[in-house]
């Protein structure tokens, strides 16, 4: 934080040497923004107007309104389940997979044992390998000790993330100093109670960092449950625009509901980051921790 | 590792179980849905159907050894589809890490205004999941609904083509790009926050610019960020999907092989051949472990420190 | 940073095993009672059929119906054949006619002859073909798709086009159009949608899969096709029709705006068209395909859909019951023609008084329905093989590519014809050439 102050007093009232990189940052955001303008003019239009009027220009028509009454009502309120469901899915299942992984972080980063590289070396694998190919054998595998299409089939294999093990470790290693664990196990405490009482608590912003890693990566979701779950009832809101979206071809698009509720459901996770982006510790991604 | 070993006088302290207790849940979850499901596709990969009795017959699965493995390995089109991949990653790589990058020096350039405003526009993108990001520029790139194509019509200039046999690798790439950017941007920039600043004087008095303090103090010391979001950016690139998955439905441009992970799922969900879907699954995990795992050793001490 | 105490992180891991206990108490609730009502779970994915089986629940305490529209008609096979694999198959589902053989030979459809057998001659004898495979009935089936061509009636008369008979009529209307108004075209060739160029090689005399004592015909490469292919091409190649996929946010603004003067369509597009395109209602008149020998009118199949009883049911008396009531009952029926739309496959349902009136798309036209009746009529047999989705990926990816390609369609026809056989060996059938 001291960084922060430094570089505020350095700042200097230079009208030129702002106009550039102002620019290029301004034409960034704009690059940025221009599909969420989009997105937002897009669900002020009524089915009829969605293609054929200057899309990036809002319609005051009340489609808004219009569309958002669809969304709401659309199979019987079935959005409101849908926005329910991403929430367990995606707020349980970080939650557990960061449990799962600063357990497992600190104890790569804090003893030295045999198959420990090997372990590391797997964890790596885990990254590489990609959702399409785990998926369909986990929903076989799933269904055979039969609990595919419940919510543990979706849960259960979000919690596992080889990517926040390997950020728990880092961040482990970096915050976690070895003196006091030694100090602890002096005092006579057992290993269990040195990791709750000394080494989880300046782990705290790694941990908020891999659980709200985890917690994009299981909302923005759509294959694993995709594939595991059969009952609308359970779907989360990726699947659920999907099964909306894609109801055959005799039948009505209804892409209006579908990019209202795209609009509603990028909401809440913007407002997570905006109110948790000051615990974030991203430069743990690229493992040159600083204290 | 060694010399770390020699260091820990105490590890006797330690009971040799106690690791392997804060690792069961990871280990077992992993076992059971990382390694168990790799272990089953492998097995699904080399079986495969025969048809049996009379009338319509019923399909029986059978073990049909390296058929399958065959029959992806000597198709042109899957190895178009890697073609593809790769040309693609050689457009999104650079440019998402440079953009990142140059964004990421600019919101840490003293001078610059509104980097607040610019630092959380620039990272929107990542909060937008995949799929809907491909549909919203889709809808972008379509010649009778763009905004662009009505623009440039509005202006008297020639109407941009975004889905052209060669601009659709652009207009793909850009999906993507749009959507890391901003999270590549804030691991670099959270890194810059982290140097001492105490340097950057120092160079200044020495009459440094503040292009070349960017250039020659900032991004060396920035390189192991660097390393990992390009390895990480490159990881993404090979496993390319949600994007041009999304975009089959609205062109002509792009095939349901477009690139191998649409193939593997076009043979599973789509054409209903999970074992040649398996099969291509495994040749992709293999070619992609192998390249990364040679990859991560050449670059290992620096990205992980004590790895 | 200093803000967080150890409270937090022990509060933030009893956060995480109490939501875990929360999600195990509610992700049980599979079993059913041994006694008392049953459920059956059907997959559909028609929009609002949650309604059409309320009707049922109300009526029925004893047999529950669970209704899941989670997978499309293009991705049901796929998923039955996942679930059949995995144990997991639902009491019934929906499928489309080209998705059924696929569902017989992985032994998924049930043999429902018992039920079935003596419904002919009060069903749609497409419909019956392609639900019915050695005389033995595999699905109720719920509604056939006679094919139309659709087309605006103020731009006809603007440009002074008649409404074309034949084939060679309509490619003159479709040139002639374009020298009237280079903005518009008569109609798109979708590279996309392999099963309207199915239905129109049908319509010309093709016949893609045929079976004979177990042993499978692939014809997709056969003289009527390559005909169709061919005529194609020439209007592509001339710019004579426009290239855009169907089902495309671009293809609905074209039928919106005008930019697309007709549609290749079939009985269930008034209600797409009402909706998506509203300030067309009114503009658009529906007649027969155009016909390649007028003395022999056919036409060809698009879509349509049925229910099976799928092999993994405990239920099957119950289960054919719900089918049969869904697909033939009044009460169904009208349910369906209230919350969607349906031609349905079961002769007296046509008889339903929403079925006598025109469709709000095309007000003035009154016997809409009377000429789907005419049309099915000479509906030509179809039969389809157990792999129509490896086919028709393999047509989308040929046919675009050779659109984008200016390649030739009687190339990509070949290449289709190759993959099919390809396919249909690799997945163990047997096939003559």
């Known amino acids: 934080m001291a960084s922060l102050a430094t570089a505020e007093k350095k700042r200097r009232p230079d009208q030129r040497a702002a106009f550039w990189p102002t620019l290029v940052v301004l034409l960034g955001a704009v690059y940025c923004l221009l599909p969420v303008v989009w997105l937002v003019t897009a669900t002020t239009k009524k089915s009829g107007e969605l293609f054929t009027t200057f899309s990036l220009w809002p319609s005051f028509t009340g489609g808004f309104t219009d569309n958002l009454a669809k969304l709401a009502s659309i199979r019987g309120g079935a959005f409101w389940t849908w926005c329910l469901n991403s929430l367990i899915f995606a707020g349980g299942g970080a939650l557990l997979a960061t449990a799962v992984s600063a357990l497992a972080g600190y104890g790569l980063a804090k003893y030295q044992f045999r198959g420990k590289q090997l372990i590391f070396n797997f964890l790596l694998v885990g990254v590489l390998i990609p959702g399409v190919i785990l998926a369909v054998p986990q929903y076989l595998l799933l269904s055979k000790v039969g609990i595919a299409g419940t919510y543990w089939s979706v849960l259960l294999p979000s919690i596992i993330s080889p990517f926040s093990i390997y950020l728990c470790r880092i961040y482990a290693t970096a915050v976690v100093p070895d003196e006091m664990l030694e100090a602890g196990r002096l005092d006579g405490a057992g290993e269990w109670r040195i990791f709750r009482s000394i080494a989880l608590y300046p782990m705290i912003p790694g941990l908020i960092t891999a659980f709200l890693l985890q917690f994009v990566g299981i909302w923005n979701n759509f294959l694993l449950p995709f594939i595991m779950l059969a009952d609308s009832e359970k779907f989360p809101l990726t699947v659920g625009f999907y099964s909306l979206m894609n109801q055959g071809n005799d039948q009505v698009n209804i892409y209006n509901v579908v990019i209202t509720g795209c609009l509603v459901s990028v909401i809440p996770l913007l407002a997570l980051f905006l109110f948790l982006q000051r615990y974030w510790r991203l430069d743990l991604v690229s493992g040159a921790l600083k204290g | 590792m060694r010399a770390a070993i020699a260091c820990r006088s105490s590890a006797s302290l330690e009971p040799k179980a106690v690791p392997w207790l804060f690792m069961a849940p990871a280990i077992l979850l992993a076992a059971g849905l990382i390694a168990l499901p790799l272990g089953y596709a492998a097995w699904l990969s080399f079986r495969g159907t025969r048809v049996s009795g009379s009338g319509l017959g019923v399909r029986r699965e059978v073990f049909v050894g390296f058929d399958n493995y065959l029959n992806v390995l000597a198709d042109t089109a899957f190895l178009s589809g890697v073609g593809r991949m790769l040309v693609y990653a050689l457009i999104t790589v650079p440019i998402t890490m440079l953009l990142a990058l140059l964004f990421a020096l600019l919101l840490d350039n003293a001078t610059t205004r509104l980097r607040r405003f610019g630092r959380i526009a620039i990272f929107v993108p990542y909060a937008v999941p995949g799929v809907i990001a491909a549909l919203m520029w889709g809808f972008m790139y379509l010649p009778g609904v763009s905004p662009f194509t009505d623009a440039a019509g509005a202006l008297g200039l020639p109407e941009p083509t975004f889905l052209g046999p060669v601009s659709v690798y652009f207009s793909v790439a850009n999906i993507s790009i749009w959507g890391s950017v901003g999270f590549n941007m804030v691991v670099l920039y959270t890194s810059l926050r982290g140097l001492p600043q105490e340097v950057y004087d120092a160079a200044r008095i020495d009459g440094s610019s503040e292009i070349q303090l960017a250039l020659l103090i900032k991004v060396p010391m920035i390189v192991p960020g660097l390393v990992m979001t390009g390895l990480f950016s490159i990881i993404g690139a090979l496993q390319v999907f949600s994007e041009p998955n999304t975009l089959v439905t609205l062109t002509n441009t792009i095939s349901s092989d477009w690139v191998p992970m649409m193939r593997v799922y076009r043979d599973a969900f789509v054409t209903n051949d999970l074992f040649s879907a398996s099969a291509a699954s495994m040749v992709i995990t293999g070619v992609t472990l192998v390249a990364s795992l040679a990859l991560l050793r050449l670059l290992q001490r620096r990205a992980f420190g004590e790895g | ?433």
């Open chain 3, 1 to 433: 940073m200093t803000r967080f105490r150890g409270g937090t992180a022990a509060r933030l891991m009893g956060g995480a095993l109490a939501a875990a206990l929360l999600l195990a108490a509610c992700s049980s609730n599979g079993d059913k009672p041994a006694d008392g009502p049953i459920t059956l779970t059907y997959w559909s994915w028609a929009p609002s059929i949650e309604k059409i089986v309320e009707v049922w629940n109300k009526s029925h305490p004893d047999v529950r119906v669970r209704v899941n529209t989670s997978t499309g008609g293009d991705e049901i096979v796929a998923k039955l054949t996942a679930a059949k694999k995995a144990g997991d198959l639902p009491d019934l589902s929906n499928t489309t006619y080209q998705g059924l053989p696929a569902l017989i030979t992985a032994d998924i459809a049930a043999d429902i002859t018992d039920v079935m057998g003596e419904r002919k001659s009060e069903t749609s004898a497409p419909a019956w073909t392609m639900t019915t495979f050695d005389g033995v009935n595999y699905g109720v089936p719920q509604g056939t798709s006679p094919m139309f061509l659709f087309y605006r009636k103020d731009i006809f008369e603007k440009y002074d086009l008649p409404v074309p008979t034949t084939w060679d009529e309509y490619a003159k209307v479709a040139r002639d159009l374009r020298k009237a108004d280079p903005a518009r075209y008569l109609a798109t060739f979708p590279a996309n949608d392999a099963q309207l160029f199915a239905g129109l090689a049908q319509q010309a005399g093709a016949s893609w899969w045929s079976v004979n004592g177990g042993n499978w015909t692939v014809g997709i490469n056969d003289e009527p096709s390559r005909k169709v292919a061919e005529y194609w091409q020439r209007l592509v190649a001339d710019d004579a029709v426009a290239t855009m996929k169907t089902n495309t946010p671009e293809w609905q603004a074209a039928l919106a705006d005008g930019t697309l003067a007709s549609w290749l369509g079939a009985v269930w597009t008034p209600p797409i068209l009402a909706t998506n395109a509203p300030k067309t209602v009114g503009k658009w008149a529906a007649v027969p395909l155009p016909q390649w020998d007028p003395s022999k009118p056919a036409s060809g199949v698009l879509g349509g859909s049925g229910t099976v009883v799928t092999t993994g049911t405990k239920y099957p008396k119950e289960a054919k019951k719900f089918a049969l009531w869904l697909n033939t009952s009044e009460e169904a029926l009208n349910a369906y023609i209230e919350h969607a739309s349906i031609w349905p496959a079961a002769l007296p349902g046509r008889k339903l008084p929403e079925l006598q009136k025109a469709p709000s798309l095309m007000p003035e036209q009154t016997d809409f329905y009377k000429s789907a009746a005419e049309i099915d009529e000479i509906t030509v047999p179809v039969t389809w093989g157990p792999n129509v989705p490896a086919a028709f990926d393999s047509f989308n990816n040929h046919f675009s590519a050779a659109v984008t390609a200016k390649s030739g369609f009687a190339k990509a026809l070949e290449l289709v014809q190759r993959d099919a056989v390809a396919n249909l060996k690799r997945a163990g059938y047997r096939v003559t050439e």
